[in-house]
């Protein structure tokens, strides 16, 4: 099973919108669950969201920043790390 920091669930749960189109999930219970059952990641940098998303298959490395930031599956946290979910 997968284990997620504070900060990843906060942010996760501030901004799911973004990935699931509405607010689903209100406790970091709820989120943990989710982001494990995605399998979600937590990269350290961009240059690792951009490996990690061409290993799941997507043409990250065409891709401007810009571009990859501005994808649903991304959301930034602190210290330049990403959590990555593809639901």
Do not use: I, N, P
């Amino acid at each position: 099973m997968f284990e997620y920091d504070e900060e990843c669930l906060d942010v996760f749960l501030e901004q799911q919108e973004q990935l699931l189109g509405r607010k689903e999930f209100t406790t970091r219970e709820d989120a943990d669950v989710f982001l494990s059952d995605c399998m979600a990641c937590v990269c350290k940098d961009l240059d690792e969201v951009r490996e990690y998303l061409e290993e799941a298959g997507m043409d990250a490395y065409g891709m401007s920043d810009e571009e990859l930031l501005s994808q649903s599956e991304l959301f930034a946290l602190s210290k330049g790390r990403f959590l990555v979910v593809e639901g």
